[in-house]
């Protein structure tokens, strides 16, 4: 062992280099203890009470938005849980037919129900597993989890005993014991470390749940190793009258798909029933019709995000996931940009003007300001003659956005007919400009417009006209009956709305009468030639159609207005695709530079604030040393750099030196003077931190063997 050296003999090493103290990457502001003999000032500015009213203001915003999407997020799930109820009943009414057919085989008793195969002789060997095939339609099986985990509930609740699975249970790392594992723990609640069927049959064969089926679901099939997924379709073939399990199957594709994954035999095993749910675009509608029309009144977008949105649906292959996540991404900038975004939480609420008024935000001076620069507002009080008032303002808001998404689900009742999507029908009337609507030309959207909407219903299909004029062309080519059925639920939608709902009714009775004149024509002309008869029928209704027709012309006239002339439009609807484009796509690495650039806007620390634009030692060391990356090219000198940074983080701030000569005690300024002091050693490893951090975010690249002392750099401007 060495010996110890004597402090006195051995070579001089400065103790302040070699003890390295820890410090903070991020500027801790010092707490200072208030002396006894300075009195505390009272601050009369108003930064306090601004700061108090920039809360208030954020955390009103937040809970707007917490309100806004909450009820929009149940929106959505009502509607994609009502859109597949019919289906989830069919498939229990499936699974207890199934139930009732196995039972009717045989009923063992405990000990035959807990007997290994093979399977008892009175039995006819070629009992097979009822299987359910689900066919979702989707590409993206993200869309599917909410769907399966309803079926789920959905058969839960008609009394039966329910395990889901997913393609992750059938990896080929697992095997069937890892998916049997996790189906006991489903069915027992309990873990099991050595998973085998007969503990499932002999809880089956309790009291509490023998007379209950039992349902086996695996949400995307086609993602299952098939090895897996055959050894376990083999295994509950031998226990499938003991343990009367019940398959449904997520198929995305076709019945082909089952027969690729399993082998001949499995398949042979397999009695199956299909079943399909809607397909995306169904679903894209009806999430559109109740979310942006039948819930209009608290918020909605613009033309220019609708068509992005539709866009982004249709690039994604009809992904819903994706869209709602976008619809909510729409939904959290509208709140936090618009100041007066409070009046949506009103408007979802139904509290109207008077909670409005009782609250008084909107005579408050900002927002009464931020109102009085709404263009859309300042041509209401224009056009209507009154002074600064809410209530009318708010109220004609409600009545054209009701109007207007009454004739939009009007129009949409045609394109049914004709599959169009009010996905883009709802584009195309957002872009609709207000015009005098003829009976002939139906001159209703811009010619460029037009000519190029893709319709995702034909792939590859180009549009010679725009939807809504095919609307209208549909409308005079439907039959008396379809133009009935289109009658009565136009009869259902305008309800509310008392002019429309007349006239709607008004051609109800109209109809009803030439149905009637047509079938007493018929009986007298009955012995007159056939192609005559043809052509007065054709003629009788070619005329009801063109009064349809010519009054939803009217309609178009009187009610349809253009986004701009709604007011208080500024504060509904959404249309800044660029930032939209932003938050969806992404930009990391021009978010971090701006970032590192403006470090004290987000640190908000008041000494670095004061010094705008000059780099101090208590700003954050990655923030200094990207600031002075500006200052060089291609290529960084890594001792210049050091040297620079060095120089910035050992002088203390003009301020601080003033505070220093003020000192009055010898003692506290060589106190001060020790603490601000750091060695060298300390800056070094601040340095090689900051770098590093730099190289992780990707604006850096590190020495190469030919240029050791130069680092690259990767990013250049914002």
């Known amino acids: 062992m060495a010996p110890s050296a004597d402090p006195e003999t051995s070579p001089s090493i400065s103790t302040s280099n070699t003890d390295l103290q820890p410090f903070f990457l991020l500027h801790k502001a010092a707490s200072r203890k208030p002396s006894s003999k300075t009195r505390r000032r009272i601050d009369l500015s108003p930064k306090a009470s601004d700061a108090s009213a920039q809360e208030y203001n954020d955390n009103s915003r937040f809970e707007t938005f917490k309100l806004l999407w909450s009820n929009t997020e149940s929106i959505i799930k009502d509607v994609l849980k009502n859109l597949n109820t019919t289906v989830f009943d069919g498939i229990d009414k499936w699974v207890h037919a199934s139930f009732d057919a196995i039972r009717a085989c045989r009923t063992p008793d405990f000990t035959t ?32 989890i909410s769907t399966f985990a309803d079926l789920g ?55 509490e749940n023998y007379d209950k089926p039992l349902i086996v679901i695996i949400d995307d099939v086609e993602r299952c190793s098939s090895s897996v997924l055959n050894d376990f379709i083999l295994m509950l073939r031998e226990w499938v009258i003991k343990v009367p399990i019940i398959l449904v199957l997520g198929v995305a594709t076709s019945v082909d798909a089952l027969r690729n994954i399993l082998c001949s035999s499995a398949c042979l095993y397999l009695s199956v029933c299909e079943f399909n749910l809607g397909t995306p675009a169904e679903r894209m509608d009806a999430v559109i019709e109740a979310v942006l029309l039948r819930s209009c009144q608290s918020f ?78 300042q041509r209401f009080w224009e056009t209507s003659g009154n002074s600064i008032d809410w209530v009318s303002a708010l109220s004609e808001l409600k009545r054209l956005h009701q109007l207007w998404s009454s004739l939009v689900m009007c129009l949409y009742e045609i394109g049914r007919y004709r599959k169009i999507s009010l996905l883009d029908l709802y584009c195309e009337m957002l872009k609709l ?88 024509d018929l009986r ?93 030692p208590s700003m954050h060391d990655t923030s200094i040393m990207y600031t002075l990356v500006q200052e060089h090219g291609d290529l960084i000198n890594v001792h210049e750099w050091f040297h620079s940074f060095m120089a910035v983080i050992s002088n203390p701030p003009l301020q601080a030196k003033k505070k220093l000569r003020m000192s009055p005690s010898p003692k506290k ?42 680092v690259q750099r990767v990013a250049f401007g914002l």
């Open 113 to 144: 129900a807990m007997s290994m195969y093979p399977i008892p002789n009175n039995v006819p060997i070629g009992a097979q597993i009822f299987t359910a095939l689900l066919f979702t339609k989707n590409v993206e099986s993200v869309d599917d």
């Open 153 to 207: 509930a959905h058969m839960r609740s008609s009394g039966c005993l329910v395990a889901n699975l997913t393609s992750i249970d059938f990896s080929a790392k697992n095997g069937v014991g890892g998916c049997l594992k996790t189906l006991l723990r489903q069915f027992l609640l309990a873990g099991i470390d050595a998973p085998e069927m007969s503990i499932l049959a002999s809880w089956y064969n309790e009291q």
């Open 300 to 377: 909605n977008i613009g033309k220019h995000v609708a068509t992005f949105l539709r866009n982004y649906f249709l690039r994604h292959d009809g992904t819903l996931t994706l869209f709602v996540k976008a619809l909510k991404i729409v939904t959290a900038q509208q709140v936090f940009s618009e100041p007066l975004s409070f009046v949506l939480r009103k408007l979802v609420n139904e509290e109207g003007t008077e909670g409005l008024d009782g609250d008084n935000i909107l005579l408050r001076e900002p927002a009464m300001k931020r109102a009085l620069e709404l263009p859309s507002l």
């Open 433 to 520: 400009k207000q015009q005098n609507f003829g009976a002939n030309d139906l001159n209703l959207v811009e010619k460029d417009y037009s000519t190029s909407v893709h319709n995702y219903q034909s792939p590859g299909c180009l549009l010679d006209k725009g939807y809504i004029v095919r609307a209208f062309q549909m409308l005079r080519d439907l039959s008396a009956m379809e133009l009935c059925k289109i009658l009565d639920r136009w009869e259902m939608l305008t309800r509310g709305i008392e002019k429309i709902h007349e006239k709607v009714k008004e051609l109800q009775s109209q109809i009803t009468l030439e149905e009637k004149r047509s079938r007493h």
């Open 524 to 616: 007298k002309e009955s012995k007159r030639p056939t192609a005559r008869t043809y052509k007065n029928d054709k003629t009788s209704n070619s005329t009801i159609n063109e009064k349809v027709a010519s009054f939803l012309q009217s309609m178009f006239r009187e009610y349809i207005q253009t986004i701009e002339s709604i007011p208080l439009h500024e504060i509904i609807f959404f249309d800044n695709v660029d930032n939209l484009n932003t938050a969806l796509i992404g930009d990391p690495r021009r978010r971090i530079q701006a970032d590192l650039l403006e470090s004290r806007k987000f640190l908000k620390c008041s000494c670095c604030s004061k010094n705008d634009g000059v780099l101090v």
């Open 669 to 710: 300024r060589k106190d001060s003077k020790e603490a601000r002091t750091k060695t060298d050693a300390s800056i070094q490893a601040e340095f090689c931190r900051a770098v590093t951090e730099l190289q992780i975010t990707g604006l850096l690249r590190m020495p190469t063997k030919r240029r050791p002392d130069y």
